[in-house]
């Protein structure tokens, strides 16, 4: 949605902002910069945040101001969010010489600190409405290159701002080869719990992970071939998640007891665990019972 008031020169545009997946996880080696070299396939879900970006020219001699609200409380927009830092980041690259006044409002609905991408999906939305508004000729690539700043999995929410839902990562999570989606119906499930990544991370003990095999995942996505993508969905980050914090184990075992999910699994460094149903029916059983577990579970479906 794009609307124009004339009068002002005010602009606005709203976005939906999609959350991800890993359907496999493997961490290579730690790097001399302190980042980690990963391999994972990423998918988004059809659970969004709405982004609405407004954007106003200041007359010269004015400041460029960012504000904004959001529907959460305790989601302040700020230099902590990364869809603030999105905009001063647009602004700072393509409009150095101008000034706005550039309004973001965020509908939350992506539970936050929850391994599910929500606030990269914000930043990278910011990113593709500012685009847009200011009629900017990026290509795609130079636009995720600029957005790995602000965090590893904004440039995969951007692309799935351009249409490719599903991604093998490497490198710091960064660079990005389009995979063919899979096609299921997803339960995700929040233990109310907060997991630090960088906490999660220094637990990791890489000599002892079971390392997951990532082509094979690729190679069963692309073929159609469900075993395949099943016996090798892994995440290395799990392990360590579920020692620091049992309730993340619980939700699984949880889950996995009620016998109705094709494949369960954590999310990127946690908390949220989601099963993976080919069968609607089973899905709809199984958030039920999990949605009394806890509030933030959600019955949806991958993008295609």
Not at 184 to 201: E, F, H, R
Not at 208 to 220: C, F, L, S, T, Y
Not at 284 to 294: F, G, T, V
Request: hydrophobic share 40%; with cysteine; glycine share 6%.
């Amino acid at each position: 949605m794009k609307t124009e008031i004339y009068g002002n020169k005010m602009s606005k545009i709203s976005l939906r902002a999609y959350a991800k997946i890993n359907l496999s996880l493997d961490v290579l080696k730690k790097l001399s910069n302190g980042y980690h070299q990963v391999k994972m396939v990423m998918q988004q879900v059809d659970l969004w945040d709405q982004v609405t970006v407004t954007c106003r020219e200041l007359p010269p001699g004015e400041t460029t101001v960012i504000g904004g609200n959001t529907s959460r409380g305790d989601l302040p927009m700020d230099e902590t969010n990364i869809a603030y830092r999105a905009a001063k980041l647009m602004k700072e690259t393509y409009r150095p010489q101008s000034e706005y006044e550039i309004g973001i409002a965020l509908e939350k609905n992506i539970p936050m600190a929850a391994g599910l991408a929500g606030g990269s999906a914000d930043g990278a939305a910011v990113m593709r409405a500012l685009a847009r508004l200011w009629e900017l000729e990026v290509a795609p690539e130079e636009l995720a290159e600029l957005s790995a700043q602000l965090g590893s999995d904004v440039p995969f929410c951007l692309m799935g701002q351009e249409g490719q839902f599903c991604a093998l990562a490497e490198g710091t999570g960064t660079l990005l080869t389009p995979v063919t989606p899979l096609r299921a119906w997803i339960l995700l499930s929040k233990p109310s719990v907060s997991v630090p990544t960088k906490q999660v991370y220094e637990h990791l003990k890489l000599a002892q992970a079971d390392h997951p095999d990532v082509e094979q995942v690729i190679r069963g996505l692309s073929t159609h071939h469900w075993p395949l993508v099943r016996n090798n969905m892994k995440n290395v980050l799990e392990p360590p998640a579920m020692e620091l914090y049992p309730a993340i184990r619980r939700t699984k075992e949880t889950m996995e007891a009620q016998r109705l999910a094709d494949a369960v699994l954590m999310s990127g460094s946690g908390p949220t665990v989601f099963g993976v149903y080919l069968n609607r029916k089973k899905a709809q059983r199984a958030y039920h019972k999990m949605k009394q577990l806890h509030p933030e579970t959600f019955f949806i479906r991958t993008l295609i």
